[in-house]
């Protein structure tokens, strides 16, 4: 495919896109050196071997796919220029979007009422390494919800149409990556730690 035939509109919107991917292989990237470390470090003598993840954080998992699966809703409603349904599934996909940092924090509570501190003279690197990973995503978590709450603004300015949905679409790929990844980042702490 020629990047370089269409109108202007179609390659700014190209390049927004790629823009966005060089993002997210960055963002891969850099979970992957983390987890690799994980790995690395968990022959350490000091390593937990015992740890098993809290309860909250297989909620907020059940509560991440749920965003994913009404921002994929809402993208359909909007396909379809069904204003109410979108903008009930946009507002769907923030509850649970916020309900997923919530549990992720009760997690980290779960975690310190067992004794276990990420930081300090009570904290070890098992504990360490799982407050910097969870952490992380979170701040991309707040990051999407950013992006989605301007989507929500944007949708309620009518900016968003079947036929103008570049700004809806970008929003929708990097929530599906992030949920994606804590897929990822869940299951491997979940299996691997």
Not at 15 to 20: I, N, V
Not at 69 to 98: C, E, M, N, S, Y
Request: aromatic share 18%; charged share 15%; proline share 2%.
């Amino acid at each position: 495919m020629d990047l370089t035939q269409g109108t202007l509109e179609e390659k700014h919107g190209r390049a927004k896109k790629m823009m966005l991917w060089f993002g997210i292989i960055s963002l891969v990237m850099s979970f992957a050196g983390w987890t690799s470390a994980f790995v690395v470090s968990s022959t350490r003598p000091d390593w937990l071997e015992d740890f098993q993840l809290p309860n909250a954080f297989i909620i907020s998992t059940v509560f991440i796919i749920l965003s994913s699966i009404a921002f994929l809703v809402a993208k359909r409603a909007l396909k379809k220029d069904d204003r109410k349904q979108v903008t009930i599934w946009l507002l769907a996909t923030l509850v649970f979007g916020l309900l997923f940092i919530f549990n992720q924090f009760k997690g980290f509570q779960e975690i310190i009422d067992l004794g276990y501190n990420f930081t300090g003279p009570t904290s070890n690197v098992t504990m360490s390494y799982i407050y910097l990973i969870a952490m992380v995503h979170i701040l991309h978590v707040v990051a999407g919800l950013i992006c989605l709450l301007v989507v929500i603004y944007n949708h309620f300015k009518q900016k968003y149409s079947s036929t103008n949905m570049l700004g809806f679409e970008l929003a929708a790929t990097f929530w599906h990556f992030i949920d994606i990844l804590w897929i990822y980042l869940f299951l491997f702490l979940y299996f691997v730690g």
